[in-house]
T-cell receptor, first 116, second 106 residues
Framework: GAGVSQSPSNKVTEKGKDVELRCDPI?????LYWYRQSLGQGLEFLIY????????KSGLPSDRFSAERTGGSVSTLTIQRTQQEDSAVYLC??????????????FGSGTQLSVL | DAKTTQPPSMDCAEGRAANLPCNHSTISGNEYVYWYRQIHSQGPQYIIH???NNETNEMASLIITEDRKSSTLILPHATLRDTAVYYC???????FGAGTRLTVKP
């Protein structure tokens, strides 16, 4: 596609419910990143995929958070038993990641998650 | 934690140059410095990157010190639309710090 696509753009859920956030990277981009941004805060790194593998998942805040990537393309971030502190904008980015000298990140517009 | 440190906020007069500093004292020899900016409620946007030489594009200039421990992003003629949070990050560590909130004032 022309850019990184994230869905849904907005998600309102009740505390305790599970949510799935989707990221469709730019075609051909092998690297994919998830970030979280709480209101008025900077970007918090969550997880990085190279292809379908996640060499760095150290930013996931708890075991309620998981992510997968299939076919080297679409990624899903799942949050189980959501809590109010999970409310934030979840941003996805992708890059070509060729030889790690061309890691220009292209960001999606994010998913605004609100946990009531 | 991010490998970069930036001042939390800066002001600049419209039409003047905005110089945004970034410290990356633990950068290694093959790591690039990347700059992004985030305008309210949008995803971050790439600005420029460099390794050791100074770089310039249509958006900005990047000055990297000889020891590569710091860099400065220069917006030569800031406009009101340049008001944003500016992030400096180091390749191999895609962790963004808090960035610098630049406010361009009329």
């Amino acid at each position: 596609g022309a850019g990184v696509s994230q869905s849904p753009s907005n998600k309102v859920t009740e505390k305790g419910k599970d949510v799935e956030l989707r990221c469709d990277p730019i075609s051909g981009h092998t690297a994919l990143y998830w970030y979280r941004q709480s209101l008025g805060q900077g970007l918090e790194f969550l997880i990085y995929f190279q292809g379908n593998s996640a060499p760095d998942k150290s930013g996931l805040p708890s075991d309620r958070f998981s992510a997968e990537r299939t076919g080297g393309s679409v990624s899903t971030l799942t949050i189980q038993r959501t809590q109010q502190e999970d409310s934030a904008v979840y941003l996805c980015a992708s890059s070509l990641a060729t030889g790690r000298a061309n890691e220009k990140l292209f960001f999606g517009s994010g998913t605004q998650l609100s946990v009531l | 934690d991010a490998k970069t440190t930036q001042p939390p906020s800066m002001d600049c007069a419209e039409g003047r140059a905005a110089n945004l500093p970034c410290n990356h004292s633990t950068i290694s020899g093959n790591e690039y410095v990347y700059w992004y900016r985030q305008i309210h409620s949008q995803g971050p946007q790439y600005i420029i990157h460099g390794l050791k030489n100074n770089e310039t594009n249509e958006m900005a200039s990047l000055i990297i010190t000889e020891d590569r421990k710091s860099s400065t992003l220069i917006l030569p003629h800031a406009t009101l639309r340049d008001t944003a949070v500016y992030y400096c990050i180091v390749l191999n560590d895609m962790r963004f710090g808090a960035g610098t909130r630049l406010t361009v004032k009329p």
